[in-house]
C-alpha cells in the first residue's frame, strides 16, 4: 500500500475522472440525444459504468479506488480502513468530485457556478436512492468478498443496472451529489440531505446484513 | 456454506433485488423511451443481465446464487443441492420476488395491488419461453461445470440474449412468472400456468440433455 | 473430450441455438425498432454477440465450441483438429444451423421454407465479408493462443465489432450464410456462393498470417 | 517476444483493423441512425471498444498492441520499449491506421482521398483530448501493471466512457488522427496538430503521475 499523500491523491483524480465522466457522458447525451431520455440513460448507464470499472482497476492498487464516502465509511466499519484515515479519504473525494464537475462544465462551455434547479424529492426518490445504495454495497461487499478479482467489475455492472432500476438520479455517492448542487442537471441544494441520507441509510443497512451474512470473519477477511 | 437460514435470506433478498432492477427497468424504459419499445428493450435487458450477474457474484457465495425455482429443481435433480431444501429454497426465492416486484411499483408510484392485464399466450410465446430457458439451464449447467468462475457472467449475458430473441417475455423464472401476475406489465394469472409449464420443460430438456453429455461423472461434478 | 457423438451433438445443437438468437434478434429488432435500423442493429448485434459467448462457454468444453465451417477448416489447418473429423463438424453445423432458423422463424410465426430475396452483392459486400472474416479468425487463434480462457469473450466481443463496422450482413460463417438463404431477411441462394468464398478467404489469409507470426510453435500450441 | 519484423507486421496489421472498425462503424451509424447522433455515438462507442479490446488480445501477445503512437512514447519513456524500437513502431502505426482508414471507405464506396472538412477545434475540444487522453494512460499504466491480464479490456472500456464524456472525437491517437485527415468525418488537417498536442501533453501528464505514484519500481515493473 503507497503512502497516505499517493493514496489520498489517487482517491482526488480517480473521483474527479468519474465525475468528468458521468458528468461529461450526461451532457452529451442531452445534446445528442435529443430529447430521448432513453438513450440518454442507455448511452450515460453504460459509460459511466464501464468508466467506473476502469478508475478502480486504475487507482485501486493504491488507494482502493473507493471514490464514495459511503463506500468509505463502509470500510471503516468493517475494519477494512483505519477509522482515522476515513476523514481525510472523504475530503480527497470531496474535493475530486468538485474538480472533476468542473472540468466537464469546461469541457462542454456550460456554466459551473450556478445553483442547481433539479428538483429531486419525494418518497419515491429516497426509496429508489436507499435501493440502490443498498444493492450498491451489497454487491461491493459481497463479491469483494469471494471474487475481489471480479469485483471492480461488478461494482460498475450494477451502477449501470441502479441507473436502469431507480426513478432517482442513482448518485449512490455523497461525494458526486454534494459536486452536483452545482452547474447543470445534478440536484438542488434543498434536495441534497435528505438523498445523502438515503445513500447512507442503504449503504449502512447492506453493511449489516452482510456482517452477519459472513459471520465474524467478515469483519477481518471481506 | 452458510447455515440454512442465512441461505434461504440470501435467496430471498437477492430474488427481491433481481426483480426490483428488472421491473423498475421496465418501468423507467417504458417512461423514458416514450413508446420506442426497442430503446426499452435494449435498455431493459441490459440492465437485468448486467443486475443478475453482480447479484450471483454478491450473494453466491452464501447460497449458490439460483434465484429461481427451475435452477432450484434442475441442481437438487443433478445432485447439487439437497432434496429437501429445495422447497424452502423455491418458497425464499417467490416471497422475494414479491418483495422485489412490490419494492419496484412503490419507487415509480405504481398501484402493485392489482391483476396484470398483459396477455403473453399461444404456440410462439410457448416455443420461446422453453427455447430461452433451454439456453439458460445449458449455459448454466454446460459453463458452470467448466468455467464456474465465468458462470456469474454468461449466465447474465445470455439472459441478454434471451430477452432479445424470444417473442415471449423471457421470464425463464417461475418465481418472477408468479410475482408479476400482480400490477403493471406483467402477465395474466391465466396465461401464467401455461408459461411455467414451458419453463420447466426447458429446463428438464437442457438438465437431461447435459446430463448425458457430461456422462456419469456430471452429476457429480457439474 | 468427449466421443465423437456427443461432440457432434453438441455443434449442432450449439449451433441450433446460435441461429435461434441471431435470427430471432433481428426478427425482434425489426419488429419493435418500428424502421429504426441503428437501433436494430445495435440490439442485434449485442444480442448475438454475448449468446455466442455463452453458448462457446457451454458447449466448447465438450465440443470446442466452433459453431462453423470457417473455424472448422481453420482448425484442421492448423491440427487443432483430426482432418477426418471436419466433415462431420461442418455436417452437424450445417444441420444445427437450419433447424435453428426455423424454430426462430416459428417463435415468430414467420414462414421458413420460402426462398430469401435479399440482395447482398458487390465489391463493397464481399471487401466487408472478407475483412470480418480475417478479424473474427484473428482473434480466435490469436486470443486463442495467448488468452484461451478470454476467447470465447473475446471471439463475442469482435462479433459485435464486425455487425457494426462491415456494410455485409458479417455472417462470417457458411452455415449460417446456407441457413438464411430461406425464410425472411438473410441473403439471396444466388449471392450465397460469393458470399461463402469471401469469407473462406478471409479466413484462409489470417490462418496464414498468424502461423507466419505465431512461428511453427503456432501449429501444434495455438 | 517475436523479432522485430513480425512485431512491426502485427503494430500494422492490428491498427489497420482498428481504423476500419472505428471508421467503418462511423460509416455504418450514420448511415442506419439517418442522422440520429446519440444511437450513431452509441454504436460507436460500443463497436470501437469492443473491437479495440480484442485486437490487443490478439496482436499483443507479439507486439504489445499498442496501436498509438501516444502510448508507444509513453512505453518508451517508461522504460517498457527500447528506445530505437519507438519510431519504427510509430511508422508502423501509422501506416495501419492510413490503411484501415482506406479500406472502411472502399468498403462503404466513399472516396478517401479528399481533404476532411470536420472541424474540430477550441479550448473544450483540446481540453476534452487532453482529459480523455490522460485517463487512457491512467488506465493503460494503472491497470497494466497491478492486473495485467484485465488491461485490454480495462483499455477498451475507457475508451467508450471516453467516446462518451468527450466533446472532441476522442481519438486520443495520434496515428489515428492523422489518418482521418483524408476522407469523410474525421479532422480538418488544420485542427490535427493542436489536437495531437492535446493528446501528447495528456498522455505525458499521466505518464509523470503514475511514474510517481508507483515510485521508482514503476519504471521497471509496470
Not at 14 to 27: K, R, W
Not at 104 to 132: C, D, K, N, Y
Not at 173 to 198: K, Y
Request: contains cysteine; proline residues 5%.
Amino acid at each position: 500500500m503507497a503512502g497516505i499523500g499517493k493514496r489520498l491523491a489517487a482517491e482526488c483524480v480517480g473521483t474527479a475522472l468519474l465525475l468528468a465522466i458521468s458528468c461529461g457522458t450526461g451532457f452529451a447525451g442531452a445534446r445528442l440525444a435529443n430529447g430521448e431520455a432513453g438513450l440518454a440513460l442507455t448511452l450515460g448507464s453504460a459509460a459511466s459504468s464501464v468508466g467506473l470499472a476502469v478508475l478502480i482497476l486504475a487507482f485501486g492498487p493504491v488507494s482502493g479506488g473507493l471514490f464514495s464516502p459511503a463506500l468509505t465509511l463502509s470500510q471503516a466499519w468493517r475494519g477494512q480502513l483505519a477509522r482515522e484515515e476515513a476523514l481525510p479519504y472523504i475530503a480527497a473525494q470531496i474535493g475530486g468530485a468538485f474538480l472533476g464537475a468542473a472540468a466537464a462544465h469546461a469541457m462542454f462551455g456550460i456554466p459551473w457556478l450556478v445553483a442547481s434547479t433539479q428538483v429531486r424529492s419525494g418518497p419515491g426518490q429516497w426509496l429508489g436512492e436507499f435501493a440502490a445504495t443498498f444493492g450498491l454495497l451489497a454487491v461491493f461487499i459481497g463479491c469483494g468478498r469471494s471474487r475481489p478479482a471480479a469485483a471492480p467489475f461488478a461494482v460498475a455492472a450494477y451502477v449501470m443496472a441502479a441507473c436502469c432500476f431507480s426513478p432517482s438520479a442513482a448518485f449512490m455517492n455523497p461525494a458526486m451529489t454534494l459536486a452536483r448542487v452545482f452547474g447543470s442537471g445534478g440536484i438542488r441544494l434543498a434536495d441534497a440531505p435528505a438523498c445523502i441520507l438515503s445513500q447512507l441509510a442503504g449503504a449502512a443497512a447492506a453493511t449489516a446484513l452482510f456482517l452477519w451474512l459472513h459471520g465474524p470473519a467478515g469483519r477481518r477477511a471481506a
